[in-house]
């Protein structure tokens, strides 16, 4: 089965500076992988996936990530944090070929100071 | 389309009364999640569905919880009796296939 890892609970940064999430994930075959964002009592909304091809991926407003498979690892990344990009960030994975169910991380919590 | 839908956004209720939260999918998704998410445990799967059958209800937490799926537009989450730990945000998901998952706005429920 797969699994999924946020290290950081939370993460401050300042407005402006760059930001990097970390995902490590756990799947035997090639995953789907996916980015999720949370703002303050909404629902999740997807921010990027990796499927296949292209191991960066770009997402919306701003954010990216990079797959990479000898660290199992699918880090989100912005170059420059803005005010409204606090908010919980989910790492999600799930099977190639969509065979199994999406699994969440915990999450990490955005703290973004003016 | 509008998105996955869920009613009521808010629900608060008595211990013991019964609970019944509403989701209506994305149209052409096959596939329906309702999670619950609260500070102490996070994110949890209660259960999913694939065309309206359900697959893997190991999430739910006790017998007091049900989940229905009568036709593919619409699927009820029912709590009966309510305790005041069931209360959490609870949100429905729907996708097509296994790919990513659409989220309504969730609902807020306060057992007191």
């Known amino acids: 089965a797969q699994s999924v890892t946020q290290p950081d609970i939370h993460i401050t940064v300042s407005e402006g500076a760059s930001l990097e999430l970390r995902c490590n994930y756990s799947?035997?075959?090639?995953?789907?992988l996916f980015w999720y964002v949370q703002s303050p009592g909404q629902g999740l909304q997807l921010l990027l996936k990796y499927f296949s091809g292209d191991t960066l991926v770009q997402g919306i407003k701003g954010f990216e990530a990079e797959f990479k498979r000898s660290q199992s690892s699918f880090n989100l990344r912005k170059p420059s944090v803005h005010w409204s990009d606090a908010a919980e960030y989910f790492c999600?994975?799930?099977?190639?070929?969509?065979?199994?169910?999406?699994?969440f991380g915990r999450g990490t919590s955005l703290i973004v100071h003016p | 389309d509008a998105g996955v839908i869920q009613s009521p956004r808010h629900e608060v209720t008595e211990m013991g009364q019964e609970v019944t939260l509403r989701c209506k999918p994305i149209s052409g998704h096959d596939y329906l999640f309702w999670y619950r998410q609260t500070m102490m445990r996070g994110l949890e799967l209660l259960i999913y569905?694939?065309?309206?059958?359900?697959?893997?209800d190991s999430g739910m937490p006790e017998d007091r919880f049900s989940a229905k799926m009568p036709n593919a537009s619409f699927s009820t989450l029912k709590i009966q009796p309510s305790e005041p730990r069931d209360s959490a945000v609870y949100f429905c998901?729907?996708?097509?296939?296994?790919?990513?998952?659409?989220f309504g706005p969730g609902t807020r429920l306060t057992v007191l």
């Open positions: 569905f694939n065309n309206n059958v359900p697959i893997d």
């Open positions: 999600a994975v799930g099977a190639s070929g969509g065979s199994y169910i999406p699994t």
């Open positions: 799947y035997g075959a090639t995953p789907y």
């Open positions: 998901a729907s996708s097509f296939r296994l790919n990513e998952q659409f």
